[in-house]
Nanobody, 120 residues
């Protein structure tokens, strides 16, 4: 069994910064893409950013230039540095990972979510 555990969400003022972290643990042969998604009240879950095992990144237009995703393949972790936060960034942020659970099988896993609130 694989678990993803997120941390770092909290209340922050507009213009502030936060760093979210996510660690994967369990029986892991390797991890393909890792990413961060978010879901605001009354809205669908959306991709914020993702990163391949080789380090190629992809960002939602709404966060380009403000957020940076990074990962440590040796530690099976992914982080999201969020700068210049706006009230519209308020959401529950979820970590996602495409985990290789054997030499031939892979499966998608989600964290439990961490609340980010941007408000004065």
């Amino acid at each position: 069994q694989v678990q993803l555990v997120e941390s770092g969400g909290e209340l922050v003022q507009p213009g502030g910064s936060l760093r979210l972290s996510c660690a994967a643990s369990g029986i892991i042969f390797g991890i393909n893409a890792m990413g961060w998604y978010r879901q605001a009240p009354g809205k669908q879950r959306e991709l914020v950013a993702d990163i391949t095992s080789g380090g190629t990144t992809n960002y939602a237009d709404s966060v380009k230039g403000r957020f940076t995703i990074s990962r440590d393949n040796a530690k099976n972790t992914v982080a999201l540095q969020m700068n210049s936060l706006k009230p519209e960034d308020t959401a529950v942020y979820y970590c996602n990972a495409d985990v290789r659970i054997s030499t031939i099988r892979h499966r998608d896993y989600w964290g439990q979510g961490t609340q980010v609130t941007v408000s004065s």
